[in-house]
């Protein structure tokens, strides 16, 4: 009887893992802190799709950057050109950008 009880739980355990879906996660692009860091986004207006970003040196117009939060990039912007040392307006490219988010070259 032992025996059988013994079977009837190996074969159901192998039956239960075949049968489980495969597991996937979410799509995230962690990197490293590679680049030059530019800023911190101090302002964000996402209605009108821009941002000011405080930071030294100031980019040059048309120049494009990545905006990260906590090592995740969440979004890219491109600077106008507009502003005055430290701040510089940037339109957003993509993504939801948050004030305080790092702003990475």
Request: glycine share 12%; net charge neutral; charged share 25%.
């Amino acid at each position: 009887m032992l025996l059988g009880v013994l079977a009837l739980l190996i074969g159901f355990g192998g039956c239960a893992t075949s049968m489980d879906p495969p597991r996937t996660s979410p799509v995230v692009t962690s990197v490293s802190r590679a680049g030059v860091r530019v800023g911190e986004v101090v302002l964000v207006r996402p209605d009108d799709r821009y941002v000011i970003v405080r930071g030294e040196p100031l980019p040059k117009d048309g120049e494009e950057a990545r905006v990260f939060r906590d090592d995740v990039m969440v979004g890219a912007v491109r600077f106008t050109g507009a502003g005055r040392a430290p701040f510089i307006a940037a339109d957003i490219v993509h993504g939801m950008i948050q004030s305080g988010d790092r702003v990475i070259r």
